[in-house]
């Protein structure tokens, strides 16, 4: 291309919509190469030290809870997913959506759940003991252990293979399924040998998530003690203020998840199956006698498990605290844990509805955009805060000078010190969640109204706020609700980033447990919980418009 | 007068597909409205969406009533050429009534021009009475006209049309076809008809050219 032609395309192309969009870019891959510059640097003492003594042990630890929870996540989703797919049996429409509930319990609530529980004075052994004189092995029941931390992420992470792989077998899987029957081969048969090769992309999509979620947990392993690279993070930060080995362990954790990201884009070569889109929905078959009861109770036992013995148990805790907790400073943390997420999600929304928007008109450059502007989705938490942390310190250095001529005293922490850090960490790490939902809006309304109302006269910004917005409405509202929530969820970016004595309903809670307050911790984790069913409700109301 | 000059155009969806469009010219004089034929990826719908500036071609010029729209320095952008256009499946913004969508291109006028030209439009198309409905509460014909009536309301210098009568019934076909050959008369537009259908070529266009593999 000479010169003109390239003058020539940006003409037809750029605009403001471009720059707001490159400075998104920017604000995501900041932090990220701060983590990946960190390689480079000459590394201190401590670094030789946890890399002698400690490091092997963290891998080896997340490698094990990575391995473990991703194969049992992905059968027992797949499994429940072709039951509630393909069979009929008793309390099966109540299951469909159900199952889905363990989601919206945050794995490090459900851990201190569980442990409590579990524990000798819980209320499983002391039932057993007083009622039934029996007293379980305290082994058999030690739920702070590598074994224990697979239970927990498991069950309440399989949500995610369920909830990507049973529409996938409901609505694209039926023409296989019932040439696979006409051909003469028993269900099972069909299950292993077309089912489960099919829906592969949909089950390690939904693996995949419950990876990332494992690699950037921090609070249900250090309440049960179990050393990771994630943990690792907040100890070299938290216990000897070492920014520099924390970021040097976050850029290994980062080469952990880029390994994840590469395996499975190895395990997709050479398979892409062209499925029919256009697809009648599968007719279950109806199970009866003991069949139908096997499923049940399977179906029944991971409900249990998953959402209603855990939430039977806060229930309980809660009424025992509600009077010393329902008060004044419980609404202040309320308030602050809204004001940080509402503030965060409307910056994320104004910055992917700008993104997405730029991101239509289809080329090399708006693909890069946008897997750029979703990146900090697979990036763990603790590495985005220390992205953060490390960008905000380094800012308030050069800010110095600033600062004392504004008379704030010789080289004060501003920037580093304020709610900004932690709003600019929720934005990075959950863009995608936003985007994600605002790009579906702007593909399902296509092009023609946006290249209608220019050919009318409009240029790019109008048509946005007379035809674009308009239309992807419903689109940005499930976004804002889907990122909200995540953000009210979220805890180790929130550990990290808050200012000094800032608490949000995710960081209290897991105080409380910290400090074996347990019930105390019951409300606020119930509320998390509330809030978190919002999204699984938002989740269903797009399924069911979808099918319509 | 010269309306629209296309000069040596050439336009491929990407570097490695062979171009949908070579090499192409055309002129058309005032009220000239001409048919386009071709079968379906003869790139006849991409020749409208490259005049109307919603793809850029690679090479080549285009001039709208003797005003450089594309060369190898200008681009001008959709909103500012001056072209109307009727969309295959009309693309009525259905979150407005027939009488905002009809609007929509107006905002350079002031308030009594616009209700002005709104009566106008409604009375060309025929479609008094209906300014309240959602494009949704209209039959397929009355939203072509819709379309119609939107896309002449800015009094465009050309108008452009991808297969107008795709989407109707085939025994409304004839009637819309003759009521779409007034309308355009009555306003003296210079249009282009794009279709893959001979006899919608033949109902209203005075002149034809085809493209595609079929020339």
Not at chain 2, 114 to 124: K, N
Not at chain 2, 125 to 136: A, I, S
Request: with cysteine; charged share 15%.
């Amino acid at each position: 291309m000479n010169p003109d032609t390239i003058k020539r395309y940006i003409r037809k192309e750029f605009s403001g919509w471009w720059m707001i969009s490159m400075i998104g870019a920017a604000v995501v891959l900041l932090p990220v190469l701060f983590i990946f510059f960190s390689i480079f640097t000459e590394p201190n003492e401590n670094w030789y030290q946890i890399q002698q003594y400690l490091l092997r042990n963290y891998i080896t630890n997340s490698v094990i809870l990575v391995g473990l929870t991703s194969l049992l996540t992905a059968f027992i989703g797949v499994t429940l997913a072709w039951l509630i797919a393909a069979y009929d049996f008793p309390l099966k429409k109540y299951f469909r959506w159900g199952l889905i509930l363990p989601i919206a319990i945050p794995p490090y609530i459900g851990a201190y759940t569980y442990r409590t529980m579990l524990s000798y004075t819980g209320v499983v052994q002391s039932t057993l003991r007083n009622e039934f004189h029996y007293q379980v092995d305290p082994d058999f029941l030690a739920v702070s252990s590598l074994r224990g931390a697979v239970f927990i992420f498991t069950i309440f992470l399989f949500p995610y293979v369920y909830m990507i792989t049973r529409p996938f077998l409901e609505n694209q899987s039926t023409a296989y399924f019932e040439n696979a029957r006409l051909l003469g081969r028993k269900p099972l048969a069909i299950f292993l040998k077309v089912i489960l090769p099919l829906s592969r992309p949909a089950i390690v999509g939904g693996a995949l998530l419950t990876v990332y979620e494992v690699l950037s947990d921090y609070g249900v392993t250090s309440y049960f003690g179990i050393h990771t690279i994630a943990t690792a993070i907040f100890q070299t930060w938290f216990g000897m203020y070492d920014v520099d080995s924390a970021l040097k362990l976050a850029s290994w954790l980062m080469v952990a998840v880029i390994g994840v990201f590469l395996f499975e884009r190895l395990l997709r070569k050479g398979r892409h199956y062209h499925l029919s889109t256009k697809s009648r929905p599968l007719t279950p078959m109806k199970l009866t006698g003991i069949k139908a009861g096997i499923a049940t109770l399977y179906c029944s036992i991971i409900f249990l498990l998953g959402f209603l013995i855990p939430v039977v148990q806060l229930i309980s805790w809660s009424i025992l605290t509600f009077e010393s907790i329902w008060n004044d400073s419980f609404f202040t943390l309320m308030t602050q844990t809204l004001y940080v997420a509402t503030l965060s999600t409307i910056i994320i929304l104004v910055i992917v509805v700008v993104v997405a928007n730029v991101c239509r008109s289809q080329s090399a450059f708006s693909y890069t955009l946008s897997k750029i502007i979703t990146s900090g989705y697979s990036i763990p938490g603790a590495i985005i805060a220390i992205g953060v942390l490390a960008l905000f310190i380094t800012l308030d250095n050069w800010l110095a000078p600033v600062y004392s001529s504004m008379g704030l005293g010789k080289a004060p922490l501003i920037l580093s010190m304020s709610i900004a850090m932690l709003i600019f960490g929720n934005v990075i790490r959950f863009m995608a969640t936003g985007y994600n939902a605002v790009e579906v809006g702007y593909e399902k309304m296509g092009l023609k109204f946006t290249e209608a109302s220019r050919t009318l006269g409009l240029g790019k910004t109008r048509t946005f706020f007379k035809v674009d917005l308009p239309l992807i409405k419903g689109a940005l509202f499930s976004g804002f609700v889907l990122t909200f929530v995540e953000i009210c969820k979220e805890l180790p970016l929130a550990l990290l980033l808050r200012p000094f004595n800032f608490e949000t309903l995710a960081t209290k809670t897991f105080q409380y447990a910290k400090d074996e307050r347990i019930h105390e911790a019951s409300i606020s984790s119930l509320l998390i919980i509330a809030i978190s069913i919002l999204s699984v409700i938002v989740f269903q109301m797009i399924e069911r418009r979808e099918k319509q | 007068m010269n309306i629209l000059q296309i000069e040596n155009i050439t336009f491929s969806f990407s570097k490695k597909t062979k171009p949908v469009i070579n090499d192409f010219s055309l002129s058309i004089n005032s009220g000239e409205i001409v048919g386009v034929l071709g079968s379906s990826g003869s790139g006849k719908s991409t020749l409208l969406r490259l005049i109307a500036g919603l793809e850029m071609p690679t090479t080549g010029s285009i001039n709208i009533a003797g005003r450089p729209v594309f060369s190898e320095k200008v681009f001008i952008q959709p909103e500012n050429r001056g072209v109307g256009m009727v969309f295959q499946d009309y693309a009525l913004f259905p979150h407005l009534t027939v009488k905002d969508n009809i609007l929509f291109g107006l905002s350079k006028l002031t308030k009594s021009e616009r209700i002005t030209r709104l009566r106008e439009m409604l009375e060309l198309v025929q479609l008094e009475g209906f300014e309240k409905r959602y494009p949704h509460e209209l039959s397929g014909g009355q939203q072509q006209r819709v379309a119609l009536a939107r896309a002449l309301a800015p009094k465009p210098k050309l108008l452009l049309m991808d297969e107008p009568f795709s989407n109707l019934d085939a025994d409304l076909k004839e009637v819309i076809r003759e009521d779409l050959g007034i309308i355009l008369k009555k306003a003296n537009m210079t249009c282009i008809l794009v279709s893959h259908d001979k006899k919608d070529v033949e109902a209203i266009c005075k002149r034809k050219i085809m493209v595609g593999k079929s020339l």
